[in-house]
């Protein structure tokens, strides 16, 4: 019976995948990458290492909210990953570190419950990434660092609170954020990180930041 | 010139270093390792490097809370960085992430200001190591993650604010700590990692969580 890996291969730069994560990826003869056209995490893995005698799975995850179909689909997944355990070991790629707002935990979760094991190789975040790219700290002695979803609950209290506040998964809300960021006089002290670590990496900086930024970018409110 | 390289070398297992991380400290000449009376960070990468034909500058770096006492020692450092970085290349070794609460932005900004380059190799933090240690996701859809220096200003409130919380830098307030969880009723969702990926490493979990344990320590309270 197989083993269940969960592997971050970091935040887009391939240089910036651990040594963990490579030598998982080469003894797992299937692999699943997450995507919708192509796989990010795919490629970037593929920088480094060999897949032509993998099972590569393509596994599709919808930007739904609705929590009916976003369970249907990780049971789908889920399922084809228990049939592929009942012979080999099966690697999920993961971009940045699975542990944060991944998608694997709730197929990891189905899995574990089927009775198969689960391990988790940590990796490179994309915000610990976008960070170093812009030569700056994300903490400083005594003030916490509060990574936001955006549209979570409490983000505006969370936005003023003391501290450097990393704003995630902003998708289309850039120009919402940028408005945020601008009324609670924190815009000046942002930066965007689009597409850090890959080829068409940008770097916006305060008022400089604009609404038509891509799905992978990261926002860094400085304290 | 040389550069001066801040190299994140993981969360304690050797196996948790990028690849970026080895080659630049494979091609750096002079490295330098933080440490007290032997240095951690060292020795995780002379599990992976050979460091035979380097040489090493230990620095040392007081725990003082006196800003005097830390910028004094900042400046000698920096001054025997600067010295080096006349003829070669330089990597100082940081555990963790770079750019979580390291010594190495106080050093790179007096570094920097002398007029040399500086560049930032991000890493595998503590926290998530810490959570695939456990088994656990620190983050779910539109829940923040807050890191939590301990006895930062308003600890206790973003301890009480929704999603996963990580303390960090507890050192000896172990037992101060418990108490506040307790008391919040959050003690019974936390966890406790000392020394991750390192081959004593101790998992504790809710009430077993006791006040003896090292500086090494990541606390996690699941949201």
């Known amino acids: 019976m197989g083993i269940f ?59 739904s909210k609705d929590e009916n179909i976003l369970s249907m689909n990780y049971s789908r997944i889920a399922d084809i990953v228990c049939g592929e355990l009942a012979e080999n070991d099966v690697a999920m790629l993961n971009l940045g570190d699975i542990s944060i707002y991944s998608t694997f935990s709730y197929i990891a979760d189905i899995v574990q419950e089927k009775g198969f094991d689960v391990i988790r190789c940590a990796g490179v ?12 700290n994300l903490s400083d002695r005594d003030k916490p660092l509060i990574i936001i979803p955006f549209g979570c609950d409490n ?61 992978f970018t990261v926002f860094i409110v400085d304290a």
Chains 1, 2 share one sequence.
Do not use: H, W
């Open 5 to 63: 890996y969960g592997v971050s291969v970091g935040s887009g730069d391939p240089e910036l995948i651990t040594l963990k994560a490579v030598r998982i990826i080469e003894k797992c003869p299937v692999i699943i990458a997450p995507c919708t056209k192509n796989s990010l995490a795919l490629s970037v893995a593929q920088n480094i290492i060999d897949f032509s005698d993998k099972k590569i799975i393509f596994a599709d995850f919808p930007m």
């Open 125 to 136: 975040t994309s915000f610990c990434a976008s960070a170093c790219e812009c030569g700056i």
């Open 155 to 215: 983000m505006t209290d969370l936005l003023k609170s003391c501290g450097t506040k990393i704003i995630m998964k902003c998708g289309k809300n850039t120009g919402k954020l940028i408005d945020i960021l601008r009324e609670l006089n924190l815009l000046e002290n942002a930066y965007a990180v689009e597409n850090c670590g890959l080829e068409n990496q940008k770097i916006l900086k305060g008022y400089e930041i604009t609404d038509n930024l891509g799905y």
